[in-house]
């Protein structure tokens, strides 16, 4: 009898544990970008179930809100968020602080059968973790609808940080308007990919986009116009806020640029008293630069840019303000030394660390100035001398506007064609004889927007090169290889799809 129980008894698990198995998931079928500095894969997998309880750390509830809201849409789960227990649950998600990693952006994720422990020493650390763990899950999980799936993690061991401090993209919203929307949603895409600074460009010849209080016209005049003659637009000061928040809340700092001595006319055309000979000019809607510059010789250029750098940095709580200092062709290069000198100074006074273009080198640098090098290698190399260090932005290897191929429809080629293979096969540590890693503070990859008239036209711009550059900001170079980049980029165009990405198909990937 007691047989015959026990043979019934092993009979019944056997049914449901072997009909039933847990499901599993591979790490191969995963890809994650940018790649971490070591992934260990451990042997089974983690299911999320409508069970499946998560423990987060009281101060983590902002930092993984974005997240668990993704899980929720995704799973259509209703899903439970709990305190942390001080001893610790034996299984579920476990998300906390920990002086364990000592790297500021760093992160751990321990993922095993039964558990997954997400920990970092700053809740920057758990957010960058977090976009691993959401690679880490099948694709739908970006989707904005619930799939009816089993929502795997491969079981895996990753410590994780980033190479360089400084990692991050620049969108110009001054030759074309883009909205508050859009640029929340320019946000989102690079935060996915672990970038911490966005840089807008919010002034050119042909906009000025940032509401200045104490000189309207910058908006009621400069602003109205934009590249082609369409209507332009600004950031109100509380819209600028509100993008400031936005990013914050993604652990992205904002760095806004004003960009001087040249490519001003959407100012010099709000107030003719900016003009050395006091006349307004036309607003301007072409593509030409180095026309336009700031009168050196008048007080009132330095009332109004104190102005002006005094509204910004009372808005915006990072450390940098980009003061510009491009392709000032208009400006005589005395005037120009003398003018990005000034400049950096009122960026000082007023509390902030300037930002200029690599032609800034040609002036005496203050010691936390940054050199953002584009152009010219005498440039970085003046910088270097000066002992500022540099973000590398070069524009044949980094400039998004560039044009993939010679068939591209939008963009620009002066730099040369930048396929993804190009975006991504270099090290910014070795353009430069002289200039190392130590030079550098991070990467950035700006994208001009003469040509871009819609967030499609960002996309395809950005997508994907823009993974290629997260990747160069983060990974360890010698973990760099356009081979395995290439497959691990291969497998991303479903989460493109899902999230209706209009990303250019490269021929060089083969998407699988
Ligand atoms: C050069 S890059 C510029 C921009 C243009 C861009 C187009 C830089 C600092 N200046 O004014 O928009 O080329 O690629």
């Known amino acids: 009898f007691d047989f015959k129980i026990w043979c019934i008894a092993a009979i019944t698990l056997c049914v449901y544990s072997c009909a039933k198995p847990t499901p599993q998931a591979s790490l191969e079928e995963r890809s994650l970008i940018p790649t971490p500095v070591s992934v260990q894969a451990l042997e089974g997998t983690f299911q999320i179930t409508s069970n499946t309880q998560f423990y987060i750390q009281d101060t983590l509830q902002k930092t993984t809100v974005e997240f668990m809201d993704k899980l929720v849409t995704a799973t259509g789960f209703n899903l439970k968020v709990n305190a942390l227990p001080s001893s610790e649950p034996s299984e579920g998600v476990v998300i906390k602080l920990s002086d364990q990693v000592s790297q500021k952006e760093g992160y751990a994720l321990k993922v095993s059968a039964d558990k997954l422990v997400l920990q970092a020493s700053t809740p920057a650390g758990i957010y960058r973790g977090l976009q691993t763990v959401v690679q880490l899950l099948p694709s739908a999980i970006v989707a904005n609808e619930e799939s009816p799936i089993d929502w795997l993690i491969p079981a895996v061991e990753i410590t994780d940080y980033p190479l360089y401090e400084y990692r991050a993209a620049m969108l110009d919203v001054a030759r074309h308007f883009f909205s508050v929307d859009d640029v929340k949603k320019y946000i989102d895409y690079i935060a996915a990919y672990k970038m911490n600074n966005l840089h807008i460009h919010l002034t050119d010849d042909q906009g000025w986009r940032i509401e200045i209080k104490s000189w309207p016209e910058l908006t009621g005049i400069g602003a109205s116009t934009q590249v082609g003659g369409g209507e332009g637009g600004f950031y109100t000061q509380e819209q600028y806020t509100e993008i400031v928040q936005y990013a914050a809340q993604r652990y992205i700092n904002i760095v806004p640029e004003i960009d001087m001595p040249g490519h001003t006319n959407s100012a010099l055309a709000s107030y003719p008293e900016l003009n050395c000979d006091g006349k307004a000019t036309e607003p301007y809607t072409g593509i030409e630069v180095g026309f336009s510059t700031l009168c050196i010789d008048k007080d009132i250029t330095y009332e109004f840019i104190d102005d002006v750098i005094r509204e910004l940095a009372a808005l915006t709580p990072g450390e940098y303000i980009h003061i510009g200092g491009d392709e000032s062709h208009s400006t005589e290069p005395e005037d120009f030394i003398f003018f990005m000198e000034k400049a950096q100074q ?98 950035e990859a700006p994208l001009w927007g003469e040509t871009l008239t819609s967030m499609r036209d960002v996309e395809y711009l950005m997508f994907p090169r823009i993974l290629g550059y997260a990747e160069i900001g983060w990974s360890q170079d010698s973990l760099r290889n356009w081979d395995t980049y290439k497959e691990r980029l291969a497998k991303q165009h479903h989460r493109f799809e899902l999230m209706d990405i209009n990303y250019y198909q490269s021929k060089e990937i083969d998407w699988d």
């Open 346 to 443: 009122i960026a000082k006074d007023h509390g902030k660390k300037a930002i200029g273009w690599d032609e800034i080198s040609n002036a005496e640098l203050l010691d936390e100035t940054l050199v953002q090098f584009w152009a010219k290698d005498e440039n970085a190399k003046a910088a270097v001398k000066q002992g500022n260090k540099l973000i590398v932005s070069k524009a044949a290897k980094a400039y998004m506007d560039m044009k993939y191929d010679t068939l591209t429809p939008i963009g620009l080629n002066w730099a040369g064609l930048i396929n993804v293979e190009t975006g991504y096969d270099w090290d910014p540590a070795s353009l430069v004889e002289g200039i190392d890693r130590d030079d550098i503070y991070g990467v």
